[in-house]
């Protein structure tokens, strides 16, 4: 499989979901109930960030858990976070910026990889290297659903907007043409996942699930 057969794979594994848990998890323990209670609760993917020291343990650890998710590496800014995130077992990358030198590693090692785009020089920037999958980073400061319907009248790149979205305006965003799936925190707030609150994560969940039925 070509490099852009693979990101067109995940891309289209990740637009059946929608909508895309982001976590920043500081004790890996935690993992595996974690991965378990989105994927049986109607979101079976992740991006575990490199926020936290514990990340590719938690990577590992959900990976061990939830051999089916869909499991991305965000908040990627160096091609050594590449390499943890491929050794973890993850199925693609993202990260918050453009960097080209990652970009092209994460290529030249078949992970797909969406970087963080937020006006038209950077989505120039990355289609000019073959990029036509990209996030939409900070969704809310930049300019939201606003910006990003100018982006998609201009350019043949689809999106996925993280940073801003939550359970009152997901389905804004999904409801764009390009826009292919959304990241969000509002199902796995910390102070939940920290006091192992299962049951309050899945029904903010469930709820999240709902939002695309």
Known sequence: MSYDQKVEAIRNKLAEIKIVPVLAVSDAKLAPMLGKTL???????????????AAVEVMKE??????????????????????????????FAVSPGFNPEVVKYAMSKGLPFIPGVNNPSHVE??????????????AGPSGGVGMLKA???????????????????????LGLPKVFCCGGTWMVPADLVDGEKWDEIAKL????????Q
Do not use: H
């Open 39 to 53: 994927s049986e609760n109607g979101l079976p993917c992740a991006e575990v960030t490199f926020r936290t020291a």
């Open 62 to 91: 959900i990976r061990k858990a939830c051999p089916e998710m869909v499991l991305g590496a965000g908040t990627v800014l160096s091609t050594e976070q590449v390499d943890m995130a491929i050794e973890a077992g993850c199925d």
């Open 125 to 138: 920037q990355a289609m000019s290297i073959g990029l036509k999958v990209l996030k939409f980073f900070p």
């Open 151 to 173: 982006l998609n009248a201009v350019y043949p790149v689809d999106f996925m907007p993280t940073g801003g979205v939550n359970v009152d305006n997901a389905m804004d965003y």
């Open 205 to 212: 969940t469930k709820d999240a699930a709902a939002l695309i």
